[in-house]
């Protein structure tokens, strides 16, 4: 597919630290449109949803911003359905994480068994009841299961998006207790960073690959930035240490560009006030020049 629609979404409501909502203007400021133009895409910028307002007190603390987040991710969700309706690859800036409710709402509408990978250090996979924080920027992979308030699973009228053997989780190594119980309870394919650091990336993805390849009808990337190391990627709300390197994340979108399984994706959580001199956006987009077949020679 040569048309790729880029959606801005600068939500910053789904956690408590603020600036992620710059994150889209961060990455078209390191030059998403001119790095995919360069590989002969048509590109197609649809700007920015509108996000409402922090809500002053939330009347389920377990939900921060519930409302504001649903309706932020609904309108994503309704974007995203049309741009694939019209035959063009859904690129989604985010924002943080929250935003892969909308995004995969209205992805998996057009799929019958949609795989998710999703490249991130935390699972994202609490819901209120095992939620530290009620910021549900640590729920999306779980609402898109269909766990969770009916408020966010039933975007777009269906319930759940994805089943959870469709699911790979890629660089995790900051996961609650609640998470861990249901991984296990529900059986969701995850490489830690002891795996990745014990096969090496090349057999992660290989493994990945081949596990989502023969079950599903379509892949979305969900990249958490905050799955690289912070000396790689300073930038994001959530820095955990000991993260993926530099290097085996563009060896890990290499991979997926050769096996020509990505049908949409979401690169999240670039927070420019966290960051050093714009520096993760542009690891950002030079790793979008890797999965769009970007190559050094």
Request: glycine content about 12%; cysteine-free.
């Amino acid at each position: 597919m040569k048309n790729i629609s880029i959606i801005g979404v600068p939500m910053d409501l789904g956690q408590t630290r603020r600036g992620v909502d710059m994150g889209p203007s961060a990455i078209r400021y390191a030059g998403i449109v001119e790095r995919l133009e360069a590989l002969h895409y048509d590109i197609e910028d649809l700007g920015d949803i509108s996000i409402g307002q922090a809500e002053r007190a939330s009347t389920e603390l377990k939900l921060r911003n519930l409302k504001s987040v649903a309706e932020g991710n609904t309108k994503l969700a309704e974007q995203v359905d049309q741009v694939i309706s019209n035959g063009s690859f859904p690129l989604v800036l985010g924002g943080d994480h929250s935003i892969a409710i909308g995004t995969i709402a209205g992805v998996a509408k057009h799929y019958q068994n949609l795989g998710v990978i999703w490249y991130d250090a935390h699972g994202d996979l609490n819901t209120s009841e095992t939620s530290p924080s009620g910021n549900i920027h640590g729920m999306p992979l779980a609402v898109s299961l269909g766990l969770g308030d009916p408020t966010l699973t039933n975007i777009l009228g269906y319930a759940p998006k994805i089943k959870p053997e469709n699911v790979v989780i890629i660089g995790a190594r900051s996961l609650d207790e609640g998470e861990r119980e249901l991984i296990k309870e529900i059986g969701i394919k995850v490489y830690t960073m002891h795996e990745i650091d014990r096969m090496g990336m090349a057999k992660v993805m290989e493994e990945a690959i081949s596990y989502l390849k023969g079950k599903t009808d379509g892949v979305h990337l969900s990249l958490d930035l905050d799955g690289l190391d912070p000396a790689d990627a300073p930038g994001v709300g959530t820095p955990v240490l000991g993260g993926i390197s530099y290097r085996e994340s563009h060896l890990a979108m290499e991979m997926l560009a050769e096996a020509q399984l990505i049908t949409s994706a979401e690169f999240v959580e670039v927070n420019p006030i966290l960051d050093e001199k714009n520096k993760t956006a542009t690891v950002a987009v030079a790793l979008m020049g890797s999965l769009f077949g970007e190559k050094l020679l």
